[in-house]
Antibody
Framework: QLQLQESGPGLVKPSETLSLTCTVSGGSISSSSYYWGWIRQPPGKGLEWIGSIYYSGSTYYNPSLKSRVTISVDTSKNQFSLKLSSVTAADTAVYYC????????????????????WGQGTLVTVSS | SSELTQDPAVSVALGQTVRITCQGDSLRSYYASWYQQKPGQAPVLVIYGKNNRPSGIPDRFSGSSSGNTASLTITGAQAEDEADYYCNSRDSSGNPWVFGGGTKLTVL
C-alpha cells in the first residue's frame, strides 16, 4: 500500500525559505504513470495546489506561487521536496504531499485528474 | 480565487439525498475528482473520473457531470458523512490541477 509522509521544520521565520520533504513508501516514485504533488491548506481555509513533479524532473507550478516555489525529486531516496522562499505569515498552513495523476477516458474523451493517496500533512507556522 | 466554484455550505437530513456541485469552464472537457475532509484529517478521494469510487468508499457516493457542472451525490446521507468536500480538476488557463473552494456538509 502506497504511503506518503511529509517531514520538515514546523516553524519558519518570515523572509526565510520553507523546506519540506515527502518520503514515498510501498511503491516507486519513478512510476511512469504519476506525478507527485504538494498541496497546502491555511488554517480554516480551503485547499491550494502548489505544484507537481514527474520523476524525470518535469514540473508544473501554481502561477500564483511560481516565483517562490521549487519542487525537486530524488529517485534514489524515493523522495520529493518543496522549497518556498521569502515566506510570510500568509504561508502558514498544513502542507500535504500526494500522488497526482491525469488519466484519459477513451469512451467520453474526457481527462480526469486526481490526487490519491495523500500524506497526513504537516503544519508549518511562519513566525519570528 | 478558484476557477472551480462550490457552494460554501449545504445541509441534509439524516438518510436523505444531497447533491454538492462544482462549476467551471474546464469541466466541459475534464471530469472533477472529489475529496472528503474531516476535521484534523487529510483529504480522502471519494470519486474520480466519470463515476469511479476508490476501494473502501461506500456506494452511496456517486458522481456525475453535465456541461460546466460536476456533482457529487450522497444517497442516504449518514452522520459520518458530515465533512468538507472539495472538487479538483484542471483550470481553464491550462494548469493541470486546481481545487474548488470547498463545501461544508452538515447532516441534520
Amino acid at each position: 500500500q502506497l504511503q506518503l509522509q511529509e517531514s520538515g521544520p514546523g516553524l519558519v521565520k518570515p523572509s526565510e525559505t520553507l523546506s519540506l520533504t515527502c518520503t514515498v513508501s510501498g511503491g516507486s516514485i519513478s512510476s511512469s504513470s504519476y506525478y507527485w504533488g504538494w498541496i497546502r491548506q491555511p488554517p480554516g481555509k480551503g485547499l491550494e495546489w502548489i505544484g507537481s513533479i514527474y520523476y524525470s524532473g518535469s514540473t508544473y507550478y501554481n502561477p500564483s506561487l511560481k516565483s517562490r516555489v521549487t519542487i525537486s525529486v530524488d529517485t534514489s531516496k524515493n523522495q520529493f521536496s518543496l522549497k518556498l522562499s521569502s515566506v510570510t505569515a500568509a504561508d502558514t498552513a498544513v502542507y500535504y504531499c500526494a500522488r497526482a495523476s491525469t488519466n484519459y477516458d477513451i469512451l467520453t474523451g474526457y481527462f480526469y485528474p486526481r490526487f490519491d493517496p495523500w500524506g497526513q500533512g504537516t503544519l508549518v507556522t511562519v513566525s519570528s | 480565487s478558484s476557477e472551480l466554484t462550490q457552494d460554501p455550505a449545504v445541509s441534509v437530513a439524516l438518510g436523505q439525498t444531497v447533491r454538492i456541485t462544482c462549476q467551471g469552464d474546464s469541466l466541459r472537457s475534464y471530469y472533477a475528482s472529489w475529496y472528503q475532509q474531516k476535521p484534523g484529517q487529510a483529504p480522502v478521494l471519494v470519486i474520480y473520473g466519470k463515476n469511479n469510487r476508490p476501494s473502501g468508499i461506500p456506494d452511496r457516493f456517486s458522481g456525475s457531470s453535465s456541461g460546466n457542472t460536476a456533482s457529487l451525490t450522497i444517497t442516504g446521507a449518514q452522520a459520518e458523512d458530515e465533512a468538507d468536500y472539495y472538487c479538483n480538476s484542471r483550470d481553464s488557463s491550462g494548469n493541470p490541477w486546481v481545487f474548488g473552494g470547498g463545501t461544508k456538509l452538515t447532516v441534520l
